[in-house]
């Protein structure tokens, strides 16, 4: 998502911007993710964001605006497809099933990167590369430092899916080699968003992966898929939180396209953003984004949700990146630019 709102900002008449997108689909963790839900402020953003709320809104395709929800649930299908127009009305390029296997820099700037695509290797000579990716691809192949953590340690994975009401009875299934709870405490985090339309978005947490490492990412998706038809026979048979889907019976209708992952390298920036700034609505001059969410922490090592010392909201804050002392996610927080030398990466 943040990589699709710089590419808007970014297209200026006379330049060429080009958005390489591993799926197929733009949005990342808010479409292929599956997390229906926009966070924080959604009226005071940028114009990018706002024609994208304009559009949803005009077909009822997102939640009214609450200042105080927790999330604005939106479709996921049409949201996609709405970026994608965007995207397309203001002439910027995209590769989607493609992503960057190599990258070149000289002098802390990136003169060149290699683009795997359906087409086979593209090389091209960027002026300017913004590295959306959340595993900071390009500043890692270039050698800017970064931080990785590894499994157990970086903040875990989560899968959405979506079950639907279908009116009759259905017989739970529980597959051979699937996880068998018999109450709350034994799932892993669980939330459920309930719609009036019978829809039903449950996120699962999935903790003990990296995805930097591709054999990890690729067994969490497998594991992922074990525990998630363990968590629907559960659902269906026991129920959580005291409510029981027994009486209305729901069937596992999608997944999402690829596992939610919530951090995989942080950039090292020249600032760490503390508690005590996010608390005392701290203010930068160069700060390149503002916060209006709390910070969204769970255990890296532990199925349960976690307590963090800030699950209140906060005062809009300006964001920086965090170092391995400040366990905060890298989905939420960005780098605050002083005096590091060229922006390309």
């Known amino acids: 998502m943040a990589a699709t709102m710089a590419a808007l900002e970014a297209k200026q008449p006379g330049n060429r911007v080009l958005i390489v997108e591993p799926s197929n689909v733009l949005g ?9 839900g926009f966070c924080g402020d959604t009226k005071r953003v940028n114009d990018p964001f706002a024609k994208l709320i304009r559009r949803l809104a005009r077909h009822n395709l997102i939640e009214p605006y609450r200042a105080n929800r927790d999330r604005r649930a939106y479709d996921l299908e049409w949201c996609a497809f709405f970026l994608q127009e965007l995207v397309a009305e203001r002439g ?3 590769l989607l099933h493609a992503r960057v296997v190599s ?5 802390g700037e990136v003169r060149e990167v290699t683009i795997s695509t359906s087409g086979g290797l593209l090389a091209m000579a960027p002026k300017f590369v913004i590295d959306a990716s959340g595993s900071c691809i390009v500043p890692w192949l270039t050698g800017f430092p970064v931080v990785h953590e590894g499994s157990n340690r970086q903040l875990p994975m989560s899968l959405y899916l979506t079950l639907w009401e279908t009116g009759k009875k259905v017989k ?10 018999s109450h709350d405490d034994e799932i892993p985090m669980t939330s459920l968003h309930l719609f009036p339309t019978g829809k039903v978005e449950v996120k699962m947490k999935v903790v003990g992966f990296d995805a930097t490492d591709g054999f990890s990412h690729s067994a969490a998706e497998i594991f992922a898929r074990r525990q998630m038809h363990g968590l629907i026979h559960y659902l269906q048979t026991v129920g959580y939180r005291g409510r029981k889907l027994d009486t209305h019976i729901y069937i596992l209708a999608s997944v999402s396209r690829r596992i939610g992952v919530r951090e995989e390298r942080r950039i090292v920036g ?25 910070i969204d922490y769970h255990w890296p090592d532990k199925m349960e949700r976690a307590g963090t010392g800030i699950t209140d909201m906060l005062d809009p804050h300006h964001r920086s990146t965090c170092d391995p002392d400040n366990r905060c996610s890298g989905s939420w927080y960005a ?11």
């Open 28 to 36: 990342g963790q808010g479409t292929a993710g599956g997390v229906a």
């Open 92 to 94: 910027i390029d995209v």
């Open 103 to 107: 990258a070149h820099a000289v002098a």
């Open 172 to 181: 739970p299934i529980l597959p051979d080699g699937c996880p068998r709870w």
């Open 270 to 294: 020249e600032h760490v953003l503390t508690e005590t700034e996010a608390r005392r609505a701290a203010i930068f001059p160069d700060a390149i984004t503002v916060n209006t969410y709390h």
């Open 335 to 345: 780098i605050t630019f002083r005096n590091i030398g060229p922006i390309q990466t």
